[in-house]
């Protein structure tokens, strides 16, 4: 059976009393978790303890699959919408016809890719602490429901410049989806289960290359009606992502308050999270763990990672049919051929995080070899002959897929390397402002002028970027190897090791946080 603590300091996680606890500070400054397991160790019952966690994962994986499918189906929906009219629609191409034969110029294309992001960067911050802050299903819910309404005002745009202000706003909202799925799996799950489950989430963005991809292909169908085909595929999603955003209402805070577990079960959900050092959730913000994330090295390595790699995502996912169509292909052939990139995504993303769940230190090793297929497939894209329907460049498109596996990585290291919410949400931030740098350089290495020429600076600048990657990787690897080593040299007691756990500490502060490489 599991074994509670006395009731000292048991307080509802959503009343406003904070009375003090045994060291006398305030239990606002700690995490919510001490209030129901206190600061001492507790024996727990294995077969509660596995109960807890298959309720938690059908409560969560699903739709969070769901939920950020959605987030990636609507930033590629871009992709697909230009092959069916948007671009002439909405004026976001120019042809100079002073040439011979006449230019096409795609800049206006690119930026409406990259002002997403420039909104995403934008949100990041602020609705990162705001989900910290508050009740975490009213702010996803609220905040999703909002998205939902931009998606579908898509179809009312009649300028490339519209376009500009909804990409933006778009971007804003959506930020908060990836960085609150972050810091939701690393509040419920130890540092070992996270690699599985923050892969299934992101995993979504192969499954709903394919799943978009077959939608886009029947919307292709469409020949009548009002709209044009590329406006029923932006309220159609926008139609989805208000279902989603009715059910984020339901999102618990934290094992402490999750209403479908049984008292028992919160219990043992939350003490078998003491042993990692990780913590639950704190909802102050404290100004001194965004000190130490603004000095430790980690931060940066782990930035630079997922700004290089990302820069694969920027391009693929806004003009990766556009770039297959000049391989001979037509526009239904173009979407069609998104679906063995995205499988192969889906496929790598949760191999990885399996390998990862069962093998201890293996995560810094498989991004580095996931990165090598990617440099191959951007190689045999530029030098291969892109003669009428020619084959190589397609598979080399196809290998760019394992990209997928190398950001679930960088994810999964950057999220189960730190400890504090307050670092936690900064962490979750600066990741996801990586990946917006990432997909703003993307398309802009895009220059269709140099297309004869197979665009040389798209695929040189992802080989290089992925370079970058690696170098920051063995990097990390032997900061944390350093950082564990001296961790190692403080000698152990495990009463001090229970106490600590509870105490929002970061994972600088705590002798007895341990870093997973």
């Not at 309720?55 to 697909?80: N, S």
């Not at 995502?313 to 990766?320: H, I, K, L, R």
Request: hydrophobic share 45%.
């Amino acid at each position: 059976m599991t074994s509670k603590p006395e009731p000292t300091v048991g307080i509802d996680a959503e009343q406003g009393g904070h009375p003090p606890s045994s060291d006398g500070r305030d239990l606002s400054e700690k995490d919510e978790a001490i209030a129901m397991v206190g600061e001492q160790s507790h024996t727990i019952d294995p077969v509660i303890a596995a109960r807890a966690v298959r309720k938690i994962d059908w409560f969560l994986i699903p739709v969070m699959v769901f939920g950020y499918g959605l987030v990636y189906y609507d930033k590629a929906i871009l992709g697909a919408a230009v092959l069916f009219g948007m671009t002439t629609d909405l004026q976001l191409t120019q042809t100079d016809r002073s040439t011979t034969p006449p230019t096409v110029d795609t800049s206006r294309l690119s930026w409406a890719t990259s002002l997403f992001y420039f909104g995403m960067l934008a949100g990041l911050y602020p609705l990162s602490f705001a989900f910290q802050r508050f009740n975490v299903g009213r702010v996803l819910g609220t905040t999703v429901v909002l998205w939902s309404g931009i998606c579908m005002l898509t179809a009312a745009v009649t300028s490339y410049k519209g376009l500009y202000a909804q990409r933006f706003f778009l971007g804003f909202v959506e930020s908060i989806v990836p960085t609150g799925f972050m810091c939701i799996i690393s509040g419920f799950y130890t540092q070992q289960e996270q690699s599985l489950r923050q892969s299934w989430w992101f995993s979504s963005t192969g499954l709903f290359t394919i799943i978009g991809g077959s939608m886009n292909y029947g919307f292709a169908q469409i020949k009548g009606g009002a709209l044009a085909s590329w406006q029923y595929i932006y309220l159609l999603a926008g139609v989805l992502t208000f279902l989603f955003g009715l059910f984020c209402f339901a999102m618990p805070n934290s094992p402490v308050t999750a209403w479908f577990l049984t008292e028992e079960e919160k219990f043992a959900a939350v003490e078998r999270l003491r042993h990692a050092q990780t913590g639950v959730r704190c909802t102050k913000i404290k100004m001194a763990h965004i000190r130490e994330s603004l000095v430790d090295p980690k931060t940066y390595l782990i930035f630079v990672m997922m700004a290089s790699a990302y820069t694969m995502n920027g391009a693929v996912s806004g003009f990766g049919p556009l770039i297959v169509s000049t391989f001979g292909w037509s526009t239904l052939h173009s979407i069609l051929f998104q679906f063995p990139l995205g499988g192969l995504c889906l496929i790598v993303i949760l191999v990885t995080g399996y390998l990862g769940s069962k093998i201890r230190n293996i995560r810094i090793i498989m991004l580095i070899l996931t990165c090598l297929p990617v440099i191959a497939g951007c190689a045999i894209i530029w030098k291969s002959e892109w003669s009428y329907r020619a084959a190589a460049p397609v598979i080399g498109y196809s290998i760019t897929g394992f990209f997928g596996g190398t950001v679930s990585l960088i994810i999964t290291i950057g999220m189960s390397n730190v400890a504090g919410h307050t670092k936690k949400s900064f962490m979750s931030a600066t990741i996801f402002a990586a990946y917006c740098v990432g997909n703003i350089v993307g398309p802009q290495m895009v220059k269709s002028q140099t297309r004869a020429q197979h665009y040389p600076e798209l695929w040189l600048g992802l080989i290089i970027c992925y370079v970058i990657c690696i170098a920051a990787a063995v990097t990390l690897y032997f900061v944390l190897v350093a950082a564990n080593k001296k961790k190692d040299a403080t000698p152990e007691n495990e009463d001090e090791r229970a106490k600590l756990a509870f105490q929002d500490l970061t994972d600088l502060e705590n002798p007895y946080f341990r870093y997973v490489l």
